[in-house]
């Protein structure tokens, strides 16, 4: 079992994506952005996603409609669909996120933004590998 002060936990992270838990349906992530950063337009394409807010503001681009946000605030993005999330505020921006199913290794740590996209380049280069693997067989 789980339990603990989400938000508390939230907002004493600074790790640009911290996953905190990974059941066998879900997962739960904390994020920091820092003032300008944004998450990186994505889709998932097999996972629902959760974000909820918790200190700061910012910007949710969903498919290509922009909105403003703050905290509280919380937004679903359906699996499928093109997001991004920018935070447009002064001060990090601190938010909690629930994946269906897990999207992130247990366990992930990213202290920067730089650190979660080359991990993703190294997960996406060993995909192709394996892939091309399986198709020389």
Not at 11 to 33: A, I, P, W
Not at 97 to 119: F, L, R, S
């Given at each position: 079992?789980?339990?603990?002060?989400?938000?508390?936990?939230?907002?004493?992270?600074?790790n640009?994506?911290?996953?905190?838990?990974?059941?066998?349906?879900?997962?739960?992530?904390?994020?920091?952005?820092?003032?300008?950063?944004?998450?990186?337009?994505?889709?998932?394409?097999?996972?629902?996603?959760?974000?909820?807010f918790?200190?700061?503001?910012?910007?949710?681009?969903?498919?290509?409609?922009?909105?403003?946000?703050?905290?509280?605030?919380s937004?679903?993005?359906?699996?499928?669909?093109?997001?991004?999330?920018?935070?447009?505020?002064?001060?990090?921006?601190?938010?909690?996120?629930?994946?269906?199913?897990?999207h992130?290794?247990?366990?992930?740590?990213?202290k920067?933004?730089?650190d979660?996209?080359?991990?993703?380049?190294e997960?996406?280069?060993?995909?192709?590998?394996?892939?091309?693997?399986?198709?020389?067989?």
């Amino acid at each position: 079992m789980f339990k603990d002060d989400i938000k508390k936990l939230a907002k004493e992270n600074d790790n640009f994506r911290k996953v905190l838990h990974t059941g066998e349906y879900s997962q739960v992530v904390l994020m920091s952005l820092l003032p300008g950063e944004e998450i990186g337009e994505e889709i998932h394409p097999q996972t629902d996603q959760i974000l909820v807010f918790v200190d700061g503001e910012g910007e949710a681009v969903i498919n290509g409609v922009s909105e403003k946000f703050e905290e509280h605030d919380s937004v679903f993005v359906p699996a499928g669909t093109k997001h991004n999330f920018i935070n447009t505020g002064d001060e990090d921006l601190k938010l909690f996120t629930v994946y269906a199913p897990a999207h992130h290794p247990d366990g992930t740590i990213h202290k920067t933004k730089e650190d979660a996209e080359k991990a993703e380049n190294e997960m996406e280069l060993a995909q192709k590998s394996a892939d091309d693997s399986l198709e020389n067989m």
